[in-house]
């Protein structure tokens, strides 16, 4: 195989794999906020629980606010019921006393109400705290592995990178810079294999008197279709 077409092979498969290591590293991160998404839903609905919570407990404040302010008025009617002179009177102050009553009654099944929400709430946020705990521990063993896995994809693509340099550095410099042309203009990809008559970059089939310079390997083939460097396996 002539040798500068060797080199741009050798060129492509280190670079295939500088572009996979590169894709993984950016993956990983997203990977990781993937898994992160449940808990950081159920965190989000810990916190609604918990304002909930205090809602309902502010409210259940008013209510027992309410509920003294009516005893208190209820007291002072019992006292003024002491003092009436007339059945009229009396029967205003029993009217009132009643309605005040019955207000108390509202007032505490409205509390009661709300103390039956704040104890269903509170069981819901003791279960979702303790699913959180789960959570955090499986996102943080995810988080772990990420950074051993990016530590490791770190130094491959490095020595990738290493490897990419010294492979260049012996191509001729006309030769490397139309590769990076094409590979800029081709995703990437600048030199695929020659197989059944057909270039395996962009699946269009060539002429036979092509086809024929093309295994020999002897010389830097360009698809006429693609514009990217052929080589023959045999």
């Not at 989000?44 to 809602?55: H, M, R, S, V």
């Amino acid at each position: 195989m002539n040798k500068q077409l060797e080199l741009l092979v050798n060129l492509q498969g280190i670079d295939r794999e500088i572009k996979r290591l590169e894709d993984s590293l950016k993956n990983i991160p997203l990977e990781i906020e993937q898994l992160s998404i449940p808990y950081k839903q159920l965190t989000e609905e810990i916190e609604g629980i918990k304002k909930g919570i205090e809602l309902d407990n502010k409210e259940r404040r008013e209510k027992e606010r309410g509920v003294e302010i009516e005893n208190d008025r209820l007291s002072k009617l019992k006292e003024k019921l002491s003092l009436v002179k007339t059945n009229e009177e009396y029967s205003a102050v029993i009217k009132e006393m009643d309605s005040v009553k019955e207000k108390i009654r509202g007032l505490e099944d409205e509390d009661l109400t709300f103390m039956e929400l704040v104890e269903e709430k509170q069981k819901k946020l003791k279960e979702n705290e303790k699913i959180l705990g789960e959570e955090k521990k499986r996102v943080q063993a995810a988080q772990g592995e990420g950074e051993v896995k990016m530590e490791g994809l770190k130094n491959s693509l490095q020595d990738k990178l290493m490897q990419r340099k010294s492979v260049s550095e012996l191509i001729d410099k006309r030769i490397f810079q139309d590769y990076v042309k094409v590979a800029k203009n081709r995703g990437g990809i600048a030199v695929v294999r020659f197989a059944e008559g057909i270039c395996q970059g962009c699946f269009l089939g060539l002429s036979p008197q092509l086809s024929s310079e093309i295994r020999k390997n002897e010389e830097l083939i360009k698809c006429p279709h693609c514009q990217r460097m052929l080589y023959w396996m045999g």
